[in-house]
């Protein structure tokens, strides 16, 4: 305790901050920059302006005109407030050591800070919020502060599942406020993002790939003012992975639930797998479809190349034909078609580059008896699922494909065998 | 292609198509059968080769909306391929013979 007696003699000018016997160095000391402003409030109500240049969960470094000894308040938030007690010997003019005598908050009180409210403090976010509500309408400061806090706590959350990695930006410049210290992420897309967070005080997402292409962030940038703002970034990598894992498995039980319940005549197959199936045999005939009255055309193309057929089978073909062409303009805006001969199967195939089905949407789109009162897709799909033989579906975001197997046994040979 | 032609008669508005209801046409079939406001409404669909789920729908629709006004809408005479169509996606109930019994119609 003579030490800072000598010091505020000897070094007057020393700033306590620096010195090892103000608040002990260790894992748990923080110097937050700038210091962060307080007011401590005396048992009359009375005020005194203070700034916090060092804490640790037990103890705070003020700088204040409070006089010391002395036990006060300082209330942080509504339901957050910390007595403390100025200890004489520990710094000297204005700068002292106040110890944490209890911790008040919602849940009840405590003997330190627990770590949520040290790393509030720490990590500057409460410096933060107090400055953002300082300059707002006094009615509208505590509203803010608390959807700030509310804010602060999710990143605290973060910080506490290790998930997540929470920044501020200002100025072209990153500060690390909490969360997973070692995620080493992109900077440079980082700060564009950052860039046009505050550029246009709008709140926005990124999903970005690493330059290695091994890893995949989600970017949430949240605008403070025009030149500040927070970023959390997430390394999702793994979601993803998970996520087209299970794509895969859901694929794989949509392909075995479908063909089960078309007895085995409606396949979804991969890219790889369509490629063969629209190359198989010879082609008769192919075209394209932009708009409605390309596909009677399409149809009478089909009637000219279609071998001779009983009726019946030439309508069937033309009606499926119909259908596909019809939603390939509906969901894609167009789409081509061809019609293809292997021995006694002509195979009709209608692509699309558009959206695709989605995994929810395909056993409803394709399956659904009269679903055709809502929609016309189901009903043209029970149809073609009605009068085809085999039907292979390809569907992704880069397009769909269908083919649909018509078993074509000559008219004159179907009267031979009659 | 298809040809609409309207008859009107004692309170029937009889529509006989020709040629091919879908997609394309039915536009035309749409258009005329706006116009019309007889109490029962015949569509005669013995000149049609063809009709896709368009066509279908758009008579379901029609038959939906005449009942809603207190009217009603038959469908006479459909080729084989088109009546299993029409079959196959529950709207054999809007045909002549299924709507009205005894051929009270005719």
């Known amino acids: 305790m003579q030490r800072c007696l000598e010091c505020a003699k000897k070094e007057l000018d020393r700033p306590c901050v ?44 003020l700088e204040t005109e409070a006089p010391v000894p002395g036990r006060y308040v300082i209330r942080l938030l509504e339901s957050l407030w910390i007595e403390v007690a100025g200890v004489p010997f520990k710094g000297k003019n204005n700068v002292h050591v106040f110890d944490i005598l209890r911790v008040h908050r919602k849940q009840g009180t405590a003997r330190r800070l627990s770590k949520e409210e040290y790393q509030l403090l720490a990590g500057s976010a409460g410096e933060l919020i107090q400055e953002i509500s300082r300059h707002l309408p006094e009615h509208l400061q505590d509203l803010v502060r608390e ?13 506490a599942l290790k998930v997540g990695k929470v920044m501020k930006y200002e100025g072209g410049r990153f500060r690390y406020l909490s969360g997973q210290a070692d995620l080493d992420l992109p900077m440079e897309e980082a700060e564009k993002l950052m860039r046009q967070v ?70 979804l197959v991969n890219g790889e797998e369509m490629e063969k199936v629209v190359s198989e045999g010879i082609e008769l005939a192919r075209g394209e479809v932009r708009r409605t009255h390309d596909i009677p055309e399409a149809r009478r193309a089909m009637r000219e190349a279609l071998p001779v057929l009983d009726s019946r089978r030439r309508h069937a073909i033309t009606l499926c034909l119909t259908e596909a062409l019809a939603n390939a303009l509906k969901h894609a805006g167009g789409g081509c078609w061809q019609a293809r001969q ?5 195979r009709i195939i209608v692509q699309d580059r558009g959206p695709g089905i989605k995994n929810s949407e395909l056993a409803r789109a394709t399956l659904m008896q009269h679903y055709s009162t809502k929609n016309s897709l189901g009903c043209g799909f029970t149809l073609m699922l ?10 992704g975001p880069s397009g769909t494909a ?7 046994v000559p008219a004159d040979r179907l009267k031979q065998d009659q | 292609m298809l040809k609409v032609d309207v008859y009107v008669a004692r309170g029937v ?45 758009s008579l379901l629709d029609i038959s939906n909306d005449w009942r809603q006004k207190g009217g009603r809408m038959l469908i006479l005479r459909p080729q084989p391929d088109v009546a299993e169509v029409m079959r196959l996606v529950g709207l054999d ?5 299924n709507t009205a019994p005894g051929g009270e119609e005719r």
């Open chain 1, 386 to 395: 009605y009068y085809a033989d085999y039907l292979y579906l390809n569907t």
């Open chain 2, 93 to 97: 109930r809007l045909l002549a013979q």
């Open chain 1, 402 to 408: 269908l083919a649909l197997d018509f078993g074509v």
């Open chain 1, 147 to 159: 959807k700030l806090l509310a804010e602060v706590e999710k990143s605290e959350l973060i910080n």
């Open chain 1, 198 to 267: 505050t550029r246009q005080a709008e709140h926005r997402r990124e999903v970005i790939i690493s330059a290695d292409g091994q890893k995949v962030f989600d970017l949430h940038g949240v605008p403070f003012d025009h030149r500040s703002g927070g970023l959390l970034a997430f390394d999702i990598t793994e979601v993803i992975e998970k996520e087209r894992k299970m794509h895969r498995q859901e694929m794989q039980a949509y392909r075995e639930a479908i063909a089960a319940v078309t007895g085995g005549r409606l396949y």
């Open chain 1, 18 to 61: 620096e010195c090892r016997y103000f608040i002990q160095p260790s894992p748990l000391r923080r110097v937050p920059s700038p210091p962060v402003r307080v007011f401590l409030e005396d048992e009359h109500g009375r005020q005194y302006p203070a700034h916090i240049l060092a804490l640790n969960t037990t103890e705070f470094g």
């Open chain 2, 13 to 57: 508005c009889r529509v006989v198509l020709n040629g091919e209801l879908d997609v394309e046409t039915v536009a035309q079939l749409q258009e005329v059968v706006g116009k019309a406001g007889e109490h029962t409404l015949e569509v005669d669909l013995s000149g049609v080769s063809f009709v896709d789920s368009t066509g279908l729908k």
């Open chain 1, 342 to 346: 292997s021995g006694d199967t002509v």
